[in-house]
């Protein structure tokens, strides 16, 4: 990745009058920073301003949510994506995760506020308040029926809520620690958690049992990530026959990020070890990319992207600043990626630079969600923010 080019958050409201300016500027690891700024030197006929940029950085392209920036001396690029819409009335104070349900209609979100609710993902209007968990709620996402909710909170429970009505049809319980993250196996009828407790747990929905501790790693479980597997990859063979309450874990690898900055692969039905990397600092988050490719994040800012049948070397590490790695997602060829300083950018293959999602102004984006051409993120400043692409 090439030097980041940072932006000021609110560059579009700024650019928007007469003379407004915006600040710019490109961090080069290393070296001095480089600071400039941008002007906008009038507003044409189709309502797209007019932008100047101070010396030693070039406007290539403007349009009315985007800005495409360059610094030639860095050989620096970066295209700065401003939100579509943003929703301020759903929570009252820092927003901790936040989903999309498939067909793209609502969303779910938790905050340090306490509540969990489910909104409107087209206008943010809240539909339903989900009530049940003591303490705050860690994570939350639809299933892939976008009609049911998954939720794990402090109160080590895991839930699983009807998006229609609200009602808590199922609570698992077992865990000795808070639920930091679940993950989805297959359609859903059976779901993984990971806890403060150092144990990822595999359950079945339908009877609401654990079906067994699939690792127990004596360390907090920040991430946890559910993929199929590549045939070139041997999961190994389990140990004794899998419940027949199993539905869908064969040749399914599961990654764990773990606080004592190990990133773990096992067999999700076999529970046998894939590989053990150890990175540089805790993992918060994981992805998987492709039946062998996967990303992981960590809390001094690094991005490793890991090979499955080679994991001992990275084929890339991505470090943009020291801001903890909060969220990564897999994103058509690419991937979406947010910071604690309030960076979210996107990574494609075909693009040799990143799109940068502004507006948050140096606080924490904490989870990022996508439907379509549509990417939602939701931080420490209690805003959900609406990007869309079409807005390129």
């Not at 407004?20 to 507003?43: N, V």
């Not at 860690?138 to 049911?148: E, I, Q």
């Not at 998006?163 to 993950?183: P, Q, Y």
């Not at 600092?281 to 690094?302: I, R």
Request: with cysteine.
């Amino acid at each position: 990745m090439a030097a980041p080019l940072r932006i000021q958050s609110d560059w579009a409201q700024a650019l928007r009058k007469d003379e407004g300016e915006a600040w710019l500027s490109c961090h080069p690891p290393g070296k001095p920073t480089l600071y400039g700024s941008l002007t906008c030197q009038g507003i044409g006929q189709d309502g797209i301003p007019e932008v100047t940029a101070s010396e030693g950085f070039i406007v290539n392209e403007i349009n009315k949510k985007s800005i495409h920036i360059s610094c030639p001396k860095e050989n620096a690029s970066s295209k700065f994506l401003a939100p579509y819409t943003t929703f301020s009335r759903i929570h009252a104070k820092s927003i901790t995760c936040l989903d999309i349900s498939s067909g793209g209609g609502l969303g779910v979100s938790s905050s340090t506020d306490g509540t969990m609710k489910i909104w409107q993902a087209s206008n943010g209007e809240l539909r339903r308040v989900l009530e049940g968990h003591v303490f705050d709620v860690n994570c939350c996402r639809f299933f892939p029926s976008g009609l049911v909710v998954l939720s794990g909170g402090m109160d080590a429970q895991l839930k699983i809520w009807s998006a229609e009505d609200a009602s808590c049809v199922v609570t698992f319980k077992g865990h000795k620690g808070g639920i930091l993250d679940t993950a989805i196996v297959d359609r859903g009828r059976n779901v993984v958690s990971g806890s403060r407790d150092g144990t990822a747990r595999l359950w079945d929905c339908g009877r609401s049992a654990c079906l067994g501790v699939i690792a127990d790693c004596g360390s907090s479980i920040n991430g946890v990530a559910v993929g199929a597997a590549d045939n070139s990859i041997n999961l190994g063979s389990p140990e004794q026959t899998p419940s027949e309450r199993e539905i869908g874990t064969e040749s399914k690898m599961l990654l764990l990020a773990r606080e004592d900055k190990k990133l773990q692969c096992l067999g999700l039905q076999s529970r046998q070890p894939v590989f053990l990397f150890v990175g540089s600092d805790a993992f918060n988050c994981c992805t998987f990319l492709s039946g062998f490719l996967l990303l992981a994040g960590t809390q001094d800012g690094n991005i490793y992207q890991l090979d499955v049948r080679s994991p001992r070397t990275p084929v890339q590490v991505i470090h943009r600043s020291g801001a903890p790695v909060l969220s990564l997602l897999s994103f058509r060829d690419g991937f979406v990626a947010s910071q604690g300083d309030g960076s979210c950018f996107i990574v494609q293959q075909d693009l040799d630079y990143p799109i940068e999602l502004t507006g948050a102004d140096s606080d924490p984006v904490y989870k990022v969600a996508t439907w379509e051409k549509q990417i939602y993120t939701c931080c420490r400043d209690g805003l959900v923010r609406r990007y869309q692409l079409s807005d390129l």
